[in-house]
């Protein structure tokens, strides 16, 4: 993959002692893929949590025992409608091109607790803290949809995670997405638009 173009605008600032900063934009439109994430981790469904100032989307991994976390991405808040704008617009790409993907078997109507998910699915030691993401590019074939989430950092924007999941799998992922972001703003910002529209838990695929 290429690497990013980069248009910085500096804004210099006068140095005080050794301190200097400079303001620039960095508009990625391709990132550098690190050999350790070229492969990417397959993915059976996602857990979305959400806190003040970021979401965090555990990938989940359930083919074998012991069922694994296999990826944790931590976005920005204002991230999150881009993530869902992308994932919708690849989604309508997708069925225009190939047709609806196969629907996946209904989840059970009792979701499960928080609690209950995190006893069964293990959280490497390694993916505590998450791989960070402003921004994100995804693409699809006719079976599949891959993730990159993107560092957009100056000078070179590059992939800090790769994820793959199977085409029946977006309509679900796009819910779940959808039903976070209008889970935060139901507590974090009690009047916007659709606030009231929220389920009571934390949406899982």
Known sequence: MPETSNNPAPENKPPQGDAFTQQFQHQPVAARVPEKMGRGVFSTGVL????????????????TRPYQICQRVVIPIN????VINAVSDNLNK???????PPALPKPPQQRPTIQEIYENFKLPDDMLSGAYSNNVMIGHSASEFF????????PTAAVSARVFVTAPQMPRLLETLNMAMQSYRRRHHP??????????????T
């Open 147 to 154: 993730f990159d989430f993107i560092t957009g950092f100056y």
């Open 94 to 100: 997708y069925v225009q091109a190939f047709g609806n």
């Open 48 to 63: 979305v949590l959400d806190g003040p100032n970021e979401f965090v989307l555990d990938f989940l991994q359930g083919l």
């Open 79 to 82: 991230v999150m409608d881009q």
């Open 191 to 204: 009047q916007s638009p659709g606030a009231m529209q929220l389920p009571p838990e934390a949406p899982k």
